[in-house]
């Protein structure tokens, strides 16, 4: 007699589990100061499910330009302690942990494109990431109301206590394992909180919003119900506070420019009652944009540039260095600047975090890419995100307008964000949800698809 095929175990985890774990858990993560390291950890998981898959492994189109990335970031480490114009000479061993850490970010930003593309809708759908990323929304506006209102809170994590001083004094580890919830800096002349919890750096908080914000909408106001719809609009408008306070530049441009895609996009789409309701909710948007204090201090940011020399100033020479330096592969790494950028930023001060010299290749991921992996290693990242998103701009899909508006926002936050850890990690959720989308839109079936129908027609 046959013996009975085995039953499932009941605690058998589902597909997408660490994505789950990292974003569902996100706030105590952040708290023991875990956030960043948890979603590197459950990349391991993910790539041993792509390890057993990978006869059947698919990919986008353009994945080709992102492998090229890839291999000329490991190039990288062979000019890792060469001497770069306009930059400090030498360098500790501390310089290829910054270079590990970016390349391990990079691997997992593969992997979870990779996992999620590689899933059918059946087995992890679109709807369920959809509903955690716009969890994470939620998250980040608490932590921007906690920001704005308790902006004094600081946490000493066990992450922190357990590691040595040596390394805890390094600001860049210190910044990713001592939670903060806001930063606080006399832009307009007088103390102002810059929210950011539950991430390292207050652009990072305004990079989250707008990644996260096209999936709320989708899962929270426009395939809710009614009593989800009420919550989600309550959110949104609570949201509006630490978005209009933390005078985030860079947030209010990706705002707008998403704001008139979407509304571009459905009037293309849609049909009259589309079109009546699209032109209603701009009209509502624009009054109260308005009637709030939104344009009063975007005049008064704008009379107060505050760091726009320093960031002009930092771009010039990181340009300058690396096309000088090693134009087609870069340096590796950022480096300390030699002197204090002319000047412009009158050099370290106590108490006045901003007035220091950056290092080459930060304040902005594209100076990043071109101080860090050339020309070359640029024009492979940039070529990948433009192949996506030429590829979805037409698409009609709700996952492949939010992904496109994930895209501009990310152009646009590319000059001036440091764009490593959590913004692109859900940059690359965004491409696969629109890689999978358009996919299945025409009809074409996964490898695994495939060879489960190959599978039960033999067996007939």
């Given at each position: 007699?046959?013996?009975?095929?085995?039953?499932?175990?009941?605690?058998?985890?589902?597909?997408?589990?660490?994505?789950?774990?990292?974003?569902l858990?996100?706030?105590?993560?952040?708290?023991?100061?875990?956030?960043?390291?948890?979603?590197?950890?459950?990349?391991?998981?993910?790539?041993?499910?792509?390890?057993?898959?990978?006869?059947?492994?698919?990919a986008?189109?353009?994945?080709?330009?992102?492998?090229?990335f890839?291999?000329?970031?490991?190039?990288?480490?062979?000019?890792?302690?060469?001497?770069?114009?306009?930059?400090?000479?030498?360098?500790?061993?501390?310089?290829?942990?910054?270079?590990?850490?970016?390349?391990?970010?990079?691997?997992?930003?593969?992997?979870?494109?990779?996992?999620?593309?590689?899933?059918?809708?059946?087995?992890l759908?679109?709807?369920?990431i959809?509903?955690?990323?716009?969890?994470m929304?939620?998250?980040?506006?608490?932590?921007?109301?906690?920001?704005?209102?308790?902006?004094?809170?600081?946490?000493?994590?066990?992450?922190?206590?357990?590691?040595?001083?040596?390394?805890?004094?390094?600001?860049?580890?210190?910044?990713?394992?001592?939670?903060?919830?806001?930063?606080?800096?006399?832009?307009?002349?007088?103390?102002?909180?810059?929210?950011?919890?539950?991430?390292?750096?207050?652009?990072?908080?305004?990079?989250?919003?707008?990644?996260?914000?096209?999936?709320?909408?989708?899962?929270?106001?426009?395939?809710?119900?009614?009593?989800?719809?009420?919550?989600?609009?309550?959110?949104?408008?609570?949201?509006?506070?630490?978005?209009?306070?933390?005078?985030?530049?860079?947030?209010?441009?990706?705002?707008?420019?998403?704001?008139?895609?979407?509304?571009?996009?459905l009037?293309?789409?849609?049909?009259?009652?589309?079109?009546?309701?699209?032109?209603?909710?701009?009209?509502?948007?624009?009054?109260?944009?308005?009637?709030?204090?939104?344009?009063?201090?975007?005049?008064?940011?704008?009379?107060?540039?505050?760091?726009?020399?320093?960031?002009?100033?930092?771009?010039?020479?990181?340009?300058?260095?690396?096309?000088?330096?090693?134009?087609?592969?870069?340096?590796?790494?950022?480096?300390?600047v030699?002197?204090d950028?002319?000047?412009?930023?009158?050099?370290?001060?106590?108490?006045?975090?901003?007035?220091?010299?950056?290092?080459?290749?930060?304040?902005?991921?594209?100076?990043?890419?071109?101080?860090?992996?050339?020309i070359?290693?640029?024009?492979?990242?940039?070529?990948f995100?433009?192949?996506?998103?030429l590829?979805?701009?037409?698409?009609?899909?709700?996952?492949?307008?939010?992904?496109?508006?994930?895209?501009?926002?990310?152009?646009?936050?590319?000059?001036?964000?440091?764009?490593?850890?959590?913004?692109?990690?859900?940059?690359?959720?965004a491409?696969?949800?629109?890689?999978?989308?358009?996919?299945?839109?025409?009809?074409v079936?996964?490898?695994?698809?495939?060879?489960?129908?190959?599978?039960?027609?033999?067996?007939?």
């Amino acid at each position: 007699m046959p013996l009975a095929p085995p039953r499932l175990l009941p605690w058998r985890l589902r597909p997408g589990w660490p994505l789950s774990v990292a974003l569902l858990g996100f706030p105590l993560w952040w708290i023991l100061g875990l956030a960043n390291v948890m979603l590197l950890l459950v990349n391991v998981p993910m790539a041993m499910t792509l390890w057993r898959r990978r006869g059947t492994l698919v990919a986008p189109s353009g994945f080709g330009a992102w492998l090229f990335f890839l291999v000329w970031v490991v190039l990288g480490v062979l000019v890792l302690w060469a001497d770069a114009p306009l930059a400090e000479p030498g360098g500790g061993f501390s310089r290829l942990l910054v270079y590990g850490y970016r390349l391990a970010w990079y691997l997992s930003f593969t992997i979870v494109l990779l996992y999620i593309g590689n899933m059918s809708e059946r087995e992890l759908p679109s709807g369920a990431i959809g509903r955690l990323l716009g969890y994470m929304f939620i998250v980040t506006t608490i932590g921007g109301l906690v920001g704005s209102f308790f902006p004094s809170i600081q946490l000493t994590s066990p992450v922190e206590m357990v590691l040595p001083h040596g390394l805890t004094s390094n600001s860049f580890i210190r910044d990713i394992v001592h939670p903060k919830v806001a930063e606080i800096e006399a832009i307009l002349g007088f103390e102002q909180s810059r929210p950011m919890a539950p991430f390292a750096y207050a652009n990072t908080w305004g990079a989250a919003y707008a990644f996260f914000l096209p999936y709320f909408l989708l899962t929270w106001i426009v395939r809710a119900r009614l009593r989800r719809r009420v919550f989600g609009v309550i959110v949104l408008a609570a949201s509006l506070w630490p978005v209009v306070y933390s005078l985030n530049r860079g947030l209010w441009g990706a705002l707008g420019a998403i704001g008139l895609f979407g509304v571009l996009k459905l009037l293309q789409v849609g049909g009259p009652r589309v079109i009546a309701w699209t032109a209603g909710m701009a009209a509502v948007g624009a009054i109260v944009v308005a009637l709030s204090p939104l344009p009063g201090l975007v005049q008064d940011r704008l009379d107060n540039p505050h760091s726009n020399n320093r960031r002009a100033l930092l771009a010039e020479e990181t340009t300058r260095s690396a096309l000088i330096g090693s134009p087609l592969v870069g340096f590796g790494s950022t480096r300390n600047v030699q002197g204090d950028l002319g000047q412009v930023s009158g050099g370290d001060k106590v108490g006045c975090k901003a007035c220091g010299s950056p290092p080459l290749g930060t304040q902005g991921h594209v100076w990043l890419l071109i101080f860090a992996n050339g020309i070359v290693g640029t024009i492979a990242f940039c070529a990948f995100f433009t192949i996506r998103f030429l590829r979805h701009w037409r698409d009609r899909g709700a996952y492949s307008l939010a992904g496109c508006c994930v895209l501009i926002s990310c152009t646009l936050f590319m000059i001036t964000y440091d764009m490593v850890e959590v913004p692109l990690y859900t940059v690359m959720i965004a491409v696969a949800l629109m890689w999978r989308a358009r996919r299945d839109a025409d009809g074409v079936r996964t490898p695994q698809a495939r060879v489960r129908a190959l599978t039960a027609e033999a067996a007939q």
